[in-house]
Nanobody, 128 residues
């Protein structure tokens, strides 16, 4: 099992920045970890992902504004979000899949839909 706990959400004005954190515990070796988001009335959207071998993947629409990284010593996954826009308003979820050969935000969303992934409780980001 994998336990994920997010923090760092909040309210920010357009153009501002936030950094989300996700602390992982449990069976955390060889994970695909990342973030997806969901806003009211919309489908889940993959944001970014980080494979245990260091590969990163981003939603093309978000690349350049969002950066995913990980503190391996502390087992904390980060999502640095810059130049935030009102359309970035959503609940952001940290997600993980064990021993995945492929890793992307979309893959993490699909794993949630299949019931084969893990996620945290979510952290709200509101941009006005």
């Amino acid at each position: 099992d994998v336990q994920l706990v997010e923090s760092g959400g909040g309210s920010v004005q357009a153009g501002g920045s936030l950094r989300l954190s996700c602390t992982a515990s449990g069976s955390i070796s060889r994970l695909c970890m990342g973030w997806f988001r969901q806003s009211s009335g919309k489908k889940r959207e993959g944001v970014a992902a980080l494979h245990y071998d260091g590969r990163t993947s981003y939603s093309p629409s978000l690349m350049g504004r969002f950066t995913i990284s990980k503190d391996n010593a502390e087992n904390i996954l980060y999502l640095q979000m810059n130049s935030l826009k009102p359309e970035d308003t959503a609940m952001y979820y940290c997600a993980a899949v064990i021993q995945a050969n492929y890793c992307s935000g979309t893959y993490l969303v699909r794993a949630q839909e299949r019931g084969t992934g893990y996620r945290g409780q979510g952290t709200q980001v509101t941009v006005s």
